[in-house]
């Protein structure tokens, strides 16, 4: 992609984005930057340029490093995780560009994701204990030190609670924006909407970058537990509307969104709420008056994406760098000054991969001893396994590491149901989460078991009819591409039809039934049976089932609107944890059933 630096010859010669190497003498004062830009000593700079880097999604990745493996991270793509590897990529760009041309923005999901996000919510909290003040969090002081200019709020920022994320904002050093979070009171914002930078030009006006942060409408649903009273989350169109003017009055020369949410106009919620989930491209259509977009939430990289606006006419640009640190989105501007002025001449967008690089020195001094407590937590022993349990197939098939999570949550709900619900019959669902998965023979660490369920999710129970369950199965079903009797099943391209991902797709234990992948999406569940009789359509049924689908998460028919029987804040993880613990070992023979199974016009597939 092109770039579009203060001057070419000079920028191409140091700049990290081409893949130079950067002089020691690191950055580029104002003054420099003047001279650099082309113009004479006491001349006013009639061009300018200054670039907006971005990240998102990243869920408290700081080093590259998998708590759930405890070894050095790596995937296929040879891919690197975590802020200190991209710290070192925005040092390099600050030194190619200057100081003072560089703003650094983030789109939000940053405190949940990982063991040490979960170590600084409940092991040792942030909020503190006993009351003791608490640490800071290790993603305040990493994003302080690398001098973040803001950052959208995230889905996920809202899964510890409010308490959680409020001291987290007190202790970062730049504002956390969410225009459409809002008080469910006043209606007034609960969070910064925007911030206002200055890119200062000596012997011209400063060009003034309006940054609006817009948060996800689905908060309402998947962390309905935490915010119901307190919050609500309007539409990210609705809120930019009433933003992005505000910005150009205050004299904004560029106005730059950063969204936590996808642009593709889709909503996994389906019509659960009156608001799209991923609406960058919306906002950038039918809001005028702006620039460019940092898009997140979705976990994919879009280096540049070009959106026109259906009122002016004019391009926005959108760039989303993937989650985890695996990439650095880079805005490049450059702008003229027409009448007192600056006005936006060039944009351009491209994502950086700072797998090449060494992670900062600087952050790695900061945060080790808090990673190191991190490692020693995930590898304390909880108990023992009698075999191997791995997930690389519990997306196609009923496996006995699927059934441990079903039976934790059966456990847990039944033991707390009311005397008027105990005697219903009572089933789990839950989804693969993690393929790579694997509780092995022997001992068994916490990271283990944080390996196989990796949200933070807790524990409803709720009511469904026969009807309403087999509706909800069907609705699970439409995960696999449908392959037709006699035709070869290739476990590769079976699964994630309709861009239903793993964490979507939800199995049943308590129930037996069959997925006839041989028929069309809707009419796949066959041989619904409880206890070997066909269920009735008004049998009433007790669903041990995550806080995320309860409130509606992917878009499940029927279980947000269902009867609550048991609600706990406790998380399944930690249940799990619980489990192991106070049995000593984890065997099969305990819980493992095979009660589902995949067919083609009703012969068994495996």
Known sequence: MPVSPMNRREFV???????????????????????????????????????ILGTTDLHSHVFDWDYYKDAAYSDKA??????????TLIKQQRAAKGEEHVLLVDAGDIIQGTSLAYYFARVA??????????????????????????????????????????????QCRFPLLGANALDAKTLRPAFHPYTVKRICVPGAPDIKVGILGLTNPGIALWDKDNVSGKMVFPGLVEQAKKYVPRLRALGCDVVFLTDHSGLDGSSSYGDALPYVENASNLVAEQVPGIDAILVGHTHVEVPSYTVKNAETGEDVLLSEP????????????????????????KKTAQTLNPNTVDEDPEIKKLLEADHELVVKYVNTAVG????????????????????????????????????????????????????????????????????????????????????????????????????????????????????FWDYMYDTAAGVEYEIDIAQPEGSRIKNLTYKGAAIAADQVFVVAVNNYRANGGSGYPHIASADIAYSSTNEIRQLMIDYVTSKGTLDPKDFAVTNWKLTQDGTPVF
């Open 322 to 345: 993937y989650c985890w640190g695996y990439r650095l989105s880079v805005f490049d501007f450059e702008l003229e000054l027409h009448h007192g002025r600056w006005k936006v001449t």
């Open 125 to 170: 909290p942030i909020t503190g204990t006993d009351g003791k003040p608490g640490p800071k969090h290790p993603m305040a002081v990493a994003m302080n030190h690398m001098r973040y200019d803001a950052a959208a709020l995230g889905n996920h920022e809202f899964n510890y609670g409010i308490e959680v994320l409020r001291k987290f904002e007190s």
């Open 78 to 87: 040879g891919n690197s995780v975590g802020v200190a590897r991209v710290a």
């Open 384 to 499: 023992t396994c009698t075999e191997d349990l791995s997930a690389a197939e519990s997306c196609w098939k009923d496996v006995p590491i699927m059934d441990f999570i079903h039976q934790v949550q059966m456990d847990t709900v039944k033991s707390g149901l009311s005397a008027s619900d105990a005697d219903l019959p009572l089933i789990s669902v839950a989804a693969p989460f993690s393929r790579t998965a694997d509780i092995p023979a022997g001992s068994v660490t916490i990271k283990d078991i944080a390996g196989l369920y990796i949200y933070d999710n807790t524990l409803y129970g709720k009511k469904l009819t026969g009807a309403q369950l087999k509706d909800y199965l069907e609705y699970a079903a439409k995960y696999y591409h449908q392959v037709p009797s006699g035709t070869k099943v290739d476990t590769s391209t079976l699964t994630n039809a309709n861009s």
């Open 13 to 51: 010669k140091k700049s990290a984005v081409t893949g130079a190497a950067v002089a020691a003498a690191g950055a580029v004062g104002a003054g420099t930057a003047q001279a650099a830009d082309g113009q004479m000593p006491g001349k006013a700079p009639k061009t300018w340029s200054f670039s």
